[in-house]
């Protein structure tokens, strides 16, 4: 079930999505060279627990840690762990902070270093992506409107997009309905109204977009073991438009 949130339930997820944001800034000088995953992932811990929330994902379904941090090919849900970052590797740092009952949601991808030219551009494009994904976010509009815009823009530069996994409704759970696929057909799907609150969250490759799920029945990896690159938001719908609340 959809549900609109209230004006104060919008300022609780306004908080919780700063605290997401605030998180990613305060792990930035961090991500380089030689620093293994789990000491990320406890540095992010440790942070939102300071700011009165906490990780949205540690416990979740089972799920042992605070951040998801999935390096080159791996599309999502990876495990922090004792690797160590290297030279060269991009890495996506998922994080969500759950504020007085309320969460936030947000997805980057990281160079490490100096990364190759096709590295860069999968995170230039996945990342443009997903703002052009928000263009279609307005009052009226529809779920595949969204979805549409990501895979046109996606097949546009030449990038495979993984179908098996989509953004999602965002409030006192996680994930809620609606679901937010980057694949689909203009006007299909739920309408988009003032109050709903999204994720999206374009999940694209360098590569075939067919994926696998490792052992630990969590993390998802390309099947072609070629880059893949992910970028999220949560906004609000609002009267005209939408507002990110995962950003400044």
Same mark, same amino acid.
Do not use: Q
């Given at each position: 079930m959809i549900t609109l949130k209230s004006k104060r339930e919008i300022e609780l997820l306004t908080v919780a999505g700063n605290i997401v944001y605030k998180t990613h800034k305060y792990l930035l000088p961090y991500i380089k060279e030689g620093i293994k995953t789990n000491e990320l992932d406890k540095l992010a811990e440790d942070f939102i627990r300071s700011q009165g929330a906490t990780?949205?994902?540690?416990?979740?379904?089972?799920?042992?840690?605070?951040?998801?941090?999935?390096?080159?090919?791996?599309?999502?849900? %990876?495990?922090?762990?004792?690797?160590?970052?290297?030279?060269?590797?991009?890495?996506?740092?998922?994080?969500?902070a759950c504020y007085k009952g309320y969460h936030g949601d947000s997805a980057w991808t990281y160079a490490v270093g100096e990364i190759s030219e096709e590295k860069k551009y999968l995170l230039e494009h996945t990342e443009k992506s997903l703002f052009i994904g928000l263009e279609q976010v307005k009052p009226g509009n529809r779920i595949g409107d969204i979805g549409a815009?990501?895979?046109?823009?996606?097949?546009?530069?030449?990038?495979?997009? *993984?179908?098996?996994?989509?953004?999602? %409704?965002?409030?006192?759970?996680?994930?809620?309905?609606?679901?937010?696929?980057?694949y689909g057909m203009k006007n299909t799907g739920s309408r988009l109204k003032e109050g709903m609150v999204i994720a999206v969250e374009p999940?694209? &490759?360098?590569?075939?977009?067919?994926?696998? *799920?490792?052992?630990?029945?969590?993390?998802?990896? &390309?099947?072609?073991?070629?880059?893949s690159a992910h970028f999220e938001h949560t906004v609000v719908v609002t009267?005209?438009?939408?507002?990110i609340l995962t950003g400044e």
């Open positions: 990780p949205s994902f540690k416990g979740y379904n089972g799920f042992p840690t605070a951040l998801c941090i999935s390096i080159n090919s791996e599309v999502v849900h %990876g495990f922090p762990s004792n690797r160590k970052l290297k030279n060269g590797d991009i890495i996506s740092i998922d994080i969500g815009a990501i895979e046109a823009y996606a097949k546009e530069h030449k990038l495979g997009v *993984v179908r098996e996994l989509c953004g999602h %409704g965002v409030g006192v759970n996680v994930h809620e309905d609606p679901e937010v696929p980057n999940m694209l &490759t360098l590569g075939s977009p067919r994926i696998f *799920v490792h052992d630990n029945n969590w993390t998802v990896d &390309t099947e072609d073991g070629r880059p009267a005209d438009g939408y507002k």
